[in-house]
């Protein structure tokens, strides 16, 4: 038989597999098609990789990017998309593209830009999972890679401010969940009773944005009322992924890491804490200093 | 945009009809105009034919500097300026045309994807291929798109934009891939093109909507265009029921109308019709980098850039 496959790629939390678009991505088309693939969360131990993921190994070849991996599977003959016809294909080509044209850069923002979620979910989630001098400067380069791309794709003129543009791709990304929703109706799956690639991409983009707890919220709230998506997304994870949860994670580790994360979301408020009374006592000062200035020719 | 100013703008828009003498701006056919450009272009003169909308087109050297997006093509109605099929499209159905009407809820979501997987594709791909393929910016782009400034202008003007366009690419992860790649790509989208197409006149049979003029727009472009290498024609005309597409909407809406709307004509036409003779004397005259953005403007009223005082400046002193 075909050579055994491992993929790394970033581990779960909130009852997901991933917390990683790509990676769930992967990981539900592995499911869907029966590959045997053995999952290696990423930890912070320097011997797993940290760029590109999620990666896929078998043998001697080493695949990233959800697209390649997908068509390596199928050439192993891991195939879920025997049975659709030629133009479901393309439907299925066409939906990747609205996902990621319209969807990916509010998912990015609302993980990596929106400051609020990035300092008290997403960054002390993944600097945890990634090895100490490292995890200082990974999540910031993360962060700043995905404000680049949003900036380099949605900004420019007309829209000058980050205010403006993030109204607008919010406005797309929610627009977007319409279109999908119109599109699922109430079908168990995007194309009858069987999952198919389409359905594992945009489940890989739709269960982050549905189950991860951020403070800033504006998106999830607008998934949680297209119910049928909701429901897409549940029943996945119970049929697919339900085995995997509870034999991957221990609770005890489970607790431990609630812990530590809640102790680094701790420090992360402390620290914008220290920041925002330095920024007030900062201000104090100019201001007693001004007060002082105006009042120099006034009392001559 | 807020949302308060596109509200705003829509209610405007609605309230006055079409007028006679609405203008499409683009760059210059013959000498300056790119593929991706062009197929843009192409894409909502085919739009608006559909609509039954009368429009001029006009050709100016400085098109891409005049459109408040920055991007061509842009359309000048009334006293307003609209650029981009997408805000076209809106702007139009505001005044009460819209082709994508009929259509029901999932076929309007499956309209949108195809439309994002063109954007996302060929419009990339174009991208691609007249910015990051070294023998055709050098051939090709360079010399068109800096081809209405004098020397050193034409220049930095052609470096600023390859910069620009290759930091996109890099963003979306396109930069490392090789022509063949890319070209394998456009395959894969032209085969879901045509799959989806079928055998039916349009997408959505019987009736054109503007996913037929956006593909029109770009494959009709892509076939009539002479790069250095037909690779990139060779993988569309693999597809018989596109080339035949292009050909139907091109004796529909283009064939015996106006002569500036023409898609033939943009592929045939030599003159440069409407452009400003004078334009490049005027450089000459008060050429320095400062000055460029200065002249670049030729409708202050829509430009929103910066330099927008100090045309009114250069007015003043004539």
């Not at chain 1, 979301?265 to 900062?282: A, D, G, H, M, Y």
């Not at chain 2, 690419?169 to 799959?195: R, Y």
Request: with cysteine; charged share 20%; proline share 6%.
């Amino acid at each position: 038989m075909a050579a055994p496959m491992e993929l790394s790629c970033w581990g779960g939390d909130w009852g997901l597999p991933s917390l990683h678009p790509e990676s769930l991505t992967v990981m539900a088309y592995a499911k869907f098609s029966g590959a045997p693939l053995t999952v290696n969360t990423i930890n912070n131990s320097w011997s797993t990789p940290k760029a590109d993921v999620p990666v896929l190994i078998s043998e001697d070849t080493v695949i990233s990017q959800p697209a390649k991996i997908l068509n390596f599977l199928r050439k192993q003959r891991y195939n879920a998309d025997y049975e659709l016809s030629a133009k479901q294909g393309a439907d299925t080509l066409a939906y990747i593209a609205l996902l990621e044209e319209k969807l990916l850069p509010a998912l990015l923002h609302t993980f990596w830009v929106e400051a609020e979620n990035y300092c008290s979910v997403t960054k002390p989630w993944f600097a945890s999972r990634i090895p100490f001098p490292l995890s200082l400067y990974l999540p910031g380069k993360m962060s700043r890679e995905a404000l680049n791309r949003i900036l380099l794709t949605r900004g420019g003129p007309p829209l000058y401010s980050l205010t403006e543009v993030e109204a607008q791709i919010y406005r797309d990304a929610k627009e977007c969940l319409n279109l999908l929703s119109k599109r699922l109706g109430t079908s168990q799956f995007f194309f009858g009773n069987t999952p198919t690639t389409l359905d594992a991409f945009v489940f890989g983009f739709l269960a982050p944005v549905y189950k991860v707890c951020f403070p800033r919220v504006q998106l999830q709230e607008h998934l949680k009322q297209l119910t049928n998506l909701c429901r897409f997304c549940d029943d996945i994870l119970t049929c697919y992924f339900k085995l995997t949860i509870t034999g991957h994670s221990p609770s005890g580790q489970d607790t431990a890491d609630a812990n530590l994360q809640k102790l680094t979301q701790l420090v992360n408020k402390e620290s914008n804490l220290i920041e925002k009374i330095r920024l007030s006592l900062f201000l104090c000062r100019w201001m007693t200093t001004f007060v002082r200035v105006l009042s120099t020719p006034l009392g001559r | 945009m807020s949302l308060v100013a596109e509200a705003f703008m829509n209610q405007l828009a609605a309230a006055e009809p079409w007028p006679e003498n609405a203008a499409l701006y683009q760059q210059l056919k013959e000498d300056q105009i790119l593929l991706s450009d062009n197929a843009a272009s192409l894409a909502v003169q085919a739009f608006l034919q559909m609509c039954n909308l009368p429009v001029r087109v006009v050709c100016r050297a400085n098109a891409e500097y005049m459109s408040p997006s920055g991007k061509v093509p842009f359309i000048h109605v009334g006293n307003q300026v609209v650029s981009e099929l997408g805000p076209i499209v809106q702007f139009v159905k505001a005044k009460g045309h819209s082709l994508s009407d009929g259509l029901d809820e999932v076929q309007k979501a499956e309209m949108k994807a195809y439309m994002e997987l063109v954007n996302n594709m060929l419009l990339t791909a174009e991208l691609y291929l007249q910015w990051c393929d070294d023998v055709t910016v050098e051939e090709i782009t360079h010399p068109r798109y800096g081809s209405p400034y004098p020397w050193p202008l034409n220049r930095i003007l052609s470096y600023q934009k390859q910069w620009e366009i290759r930091r996109k690419m890099k963003a979306i992860g396109w930069a490392g891939k090789s022509l063949e790649q890319v070209l394998e790509d456009v395959d894969q989208c032209c085969q879901a093109l045509s799959q989806r197409l079928g055998t039916q006149p349009y997408f959505f049979n019987k009736q054109p909507t503007e996913l037929d003029a956006l593909v029109f727009g770009h494959l009709f472009t892509i076939l009539t265009t002479q790069l250095i290498t037909d690779e990139l024609s060779e993988k569309v005309k693999n597809y018989g029921n596109l080339t035949a597409f292009c050909r139907r909407i091109e004796q529909q809406y283009f064939e015996g109308h106006d002569k500036d709307g023409s898609a033939a004509a943009s592929a045939r036409s030599a003159k440069r019709s409407e452009s400003d003779p004078d334009l490049n004397k005027i450089w000459s005259q008060i050429f320095t980098p400062e000055c460029f953005c200065l002249a670049a403007c030729q409708m202050p009223s829509s430009c929103k850039c910066v330099t927008h005082l100090g045309v009114q400046l250069v007015e003043l002193m004539r």
